[in-house]
Nanobody, 124 residues
Framework: VQLQASGGGLVQAGGSLRLSCAAS????????MGWFRQAPGKEREFVAA?????????YYTDSVKGRFTIARDNAKNTVYLQMNSLKPEDAAVYYC?????????????????WGQGTQVTVSS
C-alpha cells in the first residue's frame, strides 16, 4: 500500500490543523493506521493509532490526549489527524504508517508502510 500525507503547514499556537493520509494499492480497511512525528534533532515518536476495519479503537500518546483525534474514512481510503490547541512542541514532520494487522500499534517496527511526511510548524 502507498501512503500520501498532506495537510501540514504553519499555524499559531492554539490553532488547529487537520492532516490527511491517503492510501492506495490495498484494501484500506484491512490496515491499522498510525501517526508518528519527528522534530529536528529528535527521534521519531508515536502520536496516535487507530484499529483496522471500522476503526473502533484509538490510542494516543499522553502529550496529545484531549487535543488530537485520529479517525478514518474507509470509503475515502484516508486516515485523518485532527490537531487542536497546537503547541510549539507539536512542531515536527508528521508521518502516517500502515500495518495489515488487527489491534493498535504504537511501535515503529510494527508498521510496514510509511508515507513521506508533512511538515507542521507552530509559531509561539
Amino acid at each position: 500500500v502507498q501512503l500520501q500525507a498532506s495537510g501540514g503547514g504553519l499555524v499559531q499556537a492554539g490553532g488547529s490543523l487537520r492532516l490527511s493520509c491517503a492510501a492506495s494499492g490495498g484494501t484500506f480497511s484491512n490496515y491499522a493506521m498510525g501517526w508518528f512525528r519527528q522534530a529536528p534533532g529528535k527521534e521519531r515518536e508515536f502520536v496516535a493509532a487507530i484499529s483496522w476495519s471500522g476503526g473502533g479503537s484509538t490510542y494516543y500518546t499522553d502529550s496529545v490526549k484531549g487535543r488530537f483525534t485520529i479517525a478514518r474514512d474507509n470509503a475515502k481510503n484516508t486516515v485523518y489527524l485532527q490537531m487542536n490547541s497546537l503547541k510549539p512542541e507539536d512542531a515536527a514532520v508528521y508521518y502516517c504508517a500502515a500495518v495489515q494487522f488487527k489491534g493498535l500499534h504504537s511501535a515503529q517496527y510494527e508498521y510496514d508502510y510509511w508515507g513521506q511526511g508533512t511538515q507542521v510548524t507552530v509559531s509561539s
